[in-house]
């Protein structure tokens, strides 16, 4: 039977790793999907008292993992701010104008009255349904409702990406 090189050696999945590069520690984990790689603090010398142990790097590490946890921006964020921030965004890319005016008439008539002042970290599935459910009632098309669900859903996903939020409803 074979065994890993690392067997006994590897840390638990989501605590990050230890790494002991040129007499300096660094610490490497994930957040909301990326990669941080930080330094940590040197590496004690035998026989002196500078630097830190492998325990004293290891706790070390956990604290900065602590402080870089996901922030908690999607509770100040509102749906409104981060659609607003969107469009900015598509705006500075070179979106065309009529794609942009389309987009802020969907976010100021049908958005912003049902969900715009929503946290994005509040908002849920059953919200985006009720949401779909009440363009469908008030009489507006298939069209119109699957396009507002598209800029919403587009709204989410650039949330996703800047982690404000870890899993788009939509």
């Given at each position: 039977?074979?065994?890993?090189?690392?067997?006994?050696?590897?840390?638990?999945?989501?605590?990050?790793?230890?790494?002991?590069?040129?007499?300096?520690?660094?610490?490497?984990?994930?957040?909301?999907?990326?990669?941080?790689?930080?330094?940590?603090?040197?590496?004690?010398?035998?026989?002196?008292?500078?630097?830190?142990?492998?325990?004293?790097?290891?706790?070390?590490?956990?604290?900065?993992?602590?402080?870089?946890?996901?922030?908690?921006?999607?509770?100040?964020?509102?749906?409104?701010?981060?659609?607003?921030?969107?469009?900015?965004?598509?705006?500075?890319?070179?979106?065309?104008?009529s794609t942009l005016r389309a987009y802020r008439s969907k976010l100021r008539a049908q958005?912003?009255?049902?969900?715009?002042?929503?946290?994005?970290?509040?908002?849920?599935?059953?919200?985006?349904?009720?949401?779909?459910?009440?363009?469908?009632?008030?009489?507006?098309?298939?069209?119109?409702?699957?396009?507002?669900?598209?800029?919403?859903?587009?709204?989410?996903?650039?949330?996703?990406?800047?982690?404000?939020?870890?899993?788009?409803?939509?």
């Amino acid at each position: 039977m074979q065994t890993h090189r690392n067997a006994g050696t590897r840390r638990t999945h989501g605590t990050g790793s230890l790494i002991a590069k040129n007499g300096v520690y660094y610490g490497k984990w994930r957040v909301g999907g990326r990669q941080v790689m930080r330094k940590v603090g040197p590496v004690r010398r035998p026989a002196t008292r500078d630097g830190l142990t492998k325990s004293q790097a290891e706790a070390q590490l956990c604290k900065m993992m602590g402080e870089m946890a996901v922030p908690p921006a999607a509770e100040r964020i509102t749906v409104q701010e981060a659609a607003e921030r969107l469009l900015a965004h598509l705006e500075a890319m070179g979106r065309k104008p009529s794609t942009l005016r389309a987009y802020r008439s969907k976010l100021r008539a049908q958005i912003n009255p049902r969900i715009g002042s929503r946290p994005l970290g509040g908002v849920r599935r059953e919200e985006i349904e009720a949401f779909r459910d009440g363009c469908i009632r008030d009489g507006l098309s298939a069209k119109y409702t699957a396009n507002a669900l598209g800029f919403l859903h587009s709204v989410f996903e650039f949330a996703v990406r800047r982690d404000w939020i870890a899993i788009n409803p939509c």
